[in-house]
Every structure is written in C-alpha cells, then in structure tokens.
C-alpha cells in the first residue's frame, strides 16, 4: 500500500487533456521533489517529470507537472494514442528513509 | 550514452538465494545512488532498496530488510542486490535505475529489467 494515492485509470479522447493527481503527505511530496514516470506495456518506466515541473530533454512540452501543498499533479495535452500508458508519481520520504511510487493510473485514449 | 543492463534473474526455490547484476556504462558510477525496484505480474512499481553514491548508506524496503543486501562495485561499474530467504511475492521483474542528481533519489535511467521467479 502506497503513502501516494492516485487514481486508478483516467480516459478521454485523441487531442484531450487528462490531468493525473498524486497525494501524499509533509514528509514526502510536502519535503521533497517529485517526479513523473510513463510505462508502455512491456517497458521499462522512464522518466516524464522531475522536480514536480522540468522535462528531461526529449520529452515533449504536452507533458508538464505542478504542486500544490502535499500533491502533485501530471498534465497531458494533445492526447495520443502512444500516450496510453501506466503513470506514476515517485517521491522520497524523508521520515521513513523510503522512496515512494504512486498507486499507478492506467491512462486510456478513447 | 546511459546503459543500465540487468542479469542474474531466474526461477528459484523458496527459501533460495539469487544476486542480481547490474552492469552501469555511460556515466560516472562511483557519483550517482542507485536503486532497485521491482514490479509482480500486473502489478505497480515497487522500490526494493538505494545505495548511496558513496556506498556509505543503503535504504531498505520493509517487505525485504533483513534479507536483501544492496552494494556496488565501483571498480566494475556493477551494482548487486543479493537476495535470500526468497519467497513466493518476490516473483517480479526487478529493473535498476540511477537517481538522476546525487541526494535527490528520483531514478531518471532505468535498465531493461531481469524476472525472478520464486516457485517450488
């Protein structure tokens, strides 16, 4: 069981937004950076987002991140169908010298 | 470039022992952490186990402290995870990765991946 909740799948069409939310608590999302991560079926996961809000180089501006208090949140724009993935939010926490990864939401293009 | 590239996986018995390899090329080894994570058949990521850039300190999840060992071999760019006293929900795939900044956790490269099995 994860500290960071997620939700379990989100869906919407080719060219929509969907907008994926991580929750957590002081010790984890509220004192350290967050990060982002996108798995095809079969792949390893790889990074979309770290420090709640900066995209390694080759990661396409429709992908953006932002935090507020203990949540995170990830934002696809223009969605694809090459976007249909598992997401997860990923976090240290500080107290329990554990790192987290969120629940997982399963991202469907309609 | 980056290459993580994951070995030693395999079926073993429970109450078995495996290490896993992990070989690192394409950056300075001995300056980032690294981590273990690992994800069962249908199932969400899970993080194993971090070792320090330093290999001073190393961080357990509680489903496998006391019985993996995380360490590193600076003069082989490898990282292991010894793993005993297996059991039938460590059956999963296990992937390597690197923290992207030294003391800031977050994985940024990923290996392929390598499967443990534990079945009887």
């Known amino acids: 069981q994860s500290v960071l909740t997620q939700p379990p799948s989100l869906s919407a069409a080719a060219g929509q937004k969907v907008t994926i939310s991580c929750s957590g608590g002081?010790?984890?999302?509220?004192?350290?950076?967050v990060s982002w991560y996108q798995q095809l079926p079969g792949t390893a996961p790889k990074l979309l987002i770290y420090e709640f809000t900066k995209r390694p180089s080759g990661i396409p501006d429709r992908f953006s991140g932002s935090k507020s208090g203990t949540s995170a949140t990830l934002a696809i724009t223009g969605l694809q169908t090459g976007d249909e993935a598992d997401y997860y939010c990923g976090t240290w926490d500080s107290i329990l010298k554990i790192y987290f990864f969120g629940s997982g939401t399963r991202v469907t293009v309609l | 470039q980056v290459q993580l590239v994951e070995s030693g996986g395999g079926v073993v018995q429970p109450g078995g022992s495996l290490r896993l390899s992990c070989a690192a090329s394409g950056f300075a080894f001995s300056r980032y952490g690294m981590h273990w994570v690992r994800q069962a058949p249908g199932k969400g990521l899970e993080w194993v186990a971090f070792i320090w850039y330093d290999g001073n300190n190393n961080d357990y999840a509680d489903s496998v402290k006391g019985r993996f060992t995380i360490s590193r071999d600076i003069s082989k760019n490898t990282l292991y995870l010894q793993m005993n006293s297996l059991r039938a929900e460590d059956t999963a795939v296990y992937f390597c990765?690197?923290?992207?900044?030294?003391?800031?956790?977050?994985?940024?490269?990923w290996g392929q991946g390598t499967l443990v099995t534990v079945s009887s």
């Open positions: 990765a690197r923290e992207y900044r030294s003391g800031f956790f977050d994985p940024d490269y």
């Open positions: 002081s010790s984890n999302i509220g004192s350290n950076y």
